[in-house]
């Protein structure tokens, strides 16, 4: 049992190192993963490996390949306890690369019903990643967030763990406010379909003027 929790473990390093062909050469060795975190890693072992390797430079390609283990990713998830440190942390990469997508789907067309279709299928997209990622977290962790837009000091009161999921749903949620601001998106136009929660509205209004 000791020697696959420590293989989970240096395979992890190597795949967070974006080394996928010693990574892999690790994770072939595990045989009986312990635990649910490492038996949720094991698992999910294809779509980190490929994660870490396209999460610098996403391209038009790794669409569809992004897509298919957004299912893969969320029915592991669906089968781990809510607010576990393993969850928090594929919920996260889930919604990391849901909004990945987002950012490289072109929703440019030539007639303007289908550009305007192209776009609210990609703003329902993004409310599907947001909403099902900002879900597991609690009113507490809502309202530090509402609080705390910018903040950057330490919060000794925080658990780490609590901290660090926290400062991964604002990250997630600004990015996802940049997405829907791009030039080539304008997805502000259908707000109708754009995820704004009562937690993020200052946030959002203020994303708007910047961009």
Not at 68 to 77: A, D, V
Not at 83 to 108: C, H, W
Request: one cysteine or more; aromatic letters at 10%.
């Amino acid at each position: 049992m000791l020697v696959n929790t420590l293989r989970v473990r240096q395979a992890m390093l190597l795949t967070v190192a974006n080394k996928p062909g010693a990574a892999n050469m690790v994770w072939e060795q595990v045989t009986r993963p312990p635990g649910q975190r490492d038996a949720a890693l094991y698992a999910l072992r294809e779509a980190l490996v490929w994660w870490f390797g396209a999460a610098g430079n996403f391209q038009d390609e790794d669409i569809d390949t992004g897509k298919r283990y957004l299912e893969s990713i969320e029915k592991i998830c669906d089968t781990l306890p809510g607010r576990s440190n393993i969850r928090d942390y594929l919920e996260t990469m889930r919604a990391s690369i849901g909004l990945s997508i987002a950012v490289q789907t072109n929703t440019m067309n030539s007639d303007r019903a289908v550009q305007k279709k192209n776009k609210q299928n990609l703003a329902g997209d993004m409310v599907g990643y947001m909403e099902r990622y900002a879900g597991q977290y609690g009113k507490n962790d809502k309202d530090w967030l509402e609080a705390n837009w910018k903040a950057t000091e330490m919060y000794p009161d925080v658990p780490v763990s609590v901290l660090r999921a926290r400062i991964e749903l604002r990250r997630l949620m600004l990015e996802y406010f940049e997405v829907a601001g791009k030039d080539n998106k304008h997805l502000e136009e259908f707000e109708e379909v754009i995820w704004r929660p009562d937690w993020v509205q200052s946030r959002w209004e203020a994303s708007k003027q910047d961009n």
